[in-house]
């Protein structure tokens, strides 16, 4: 009689437990970008931040809602790259602006001029958009042609989880070209790394495609060395982003 009554208090725990991991998936990858989105609207500059972490979480998570046409995997990861897209739009219309207007006499770029020396520099909030609905519509035409081939699925579901992996290479990088992490939000990173830990084990538990797990487990390495980084970089003086020398229309958001 108490172990019926045990399982009935269990069972909505269980329930409630399996709501909030799912919750947690779909709205904790967007958490992370609200200090460095709040850190951009209050400096009104964004040369902390590499644009092409949005590129590079725009492109995975395309790849990823494509890639669940030809494997359906649980709906929380779709509903997670469908806020991400959202996420990283809003965020690349906040730093066009900012740089837009921190950049005075120098030539508009657009996506129309086909100039890949500006590729991801562009002017405006529209061209960025254009660039998306453009992949978009190649690589969803290209995933009709071949969906039922299990090998192109497949490959297409590892592109997806290995291009998030790559999320936090902009910033690596552009952290040690500048020698300093200033101007990036070091909670965004601690958020990055815990979002992706709990992410990993959530693949692991929940037997997603072996493709997530490996590449969850790589994106986690990443964060932790960006951390470093931040350790190693205090040990020097930490210099202000020269607007001279990393120009807004080639460096910036």
Known sequence: MEASGLEWLLVPVRQLVSWGAAGAMVFGGVVPYVPQYRDIRRTQNAEGFSTYVCLVLLVANILRILFWFGR????PLLWQSIIMIVTMLLMLKLCTE?????????????FADFDLNYFWHWS???DYVQCVLTFTGV???????WLDSSLFVETLGFLAVFT?????????YRNYQNRSTEGMS???????TSGDTFKTVYFILNQAPFQFSICGLLQVFVDIAILLQVYLYSYYPQKPASHAAHPASTKAL
């Open 124 to 126: 405006k909030f529209t």
């Open 164 to 172: 998030e992996a790559m999320l936090g290479v902009p910033q690596l």
């Open 139 to 145: 690589t969803g035409y290209i995933t009709y042609l």
């Open 98 to 110: 900012v740089r837009v207007s921190n950049e005075l006499n120098i030539k508009r770029r657009s």
């Open 72 to 75: 359906r995997f649980e709906s």
């Open 186 to 192: 070091v909670k965004m990173v601690l958020m990055w």
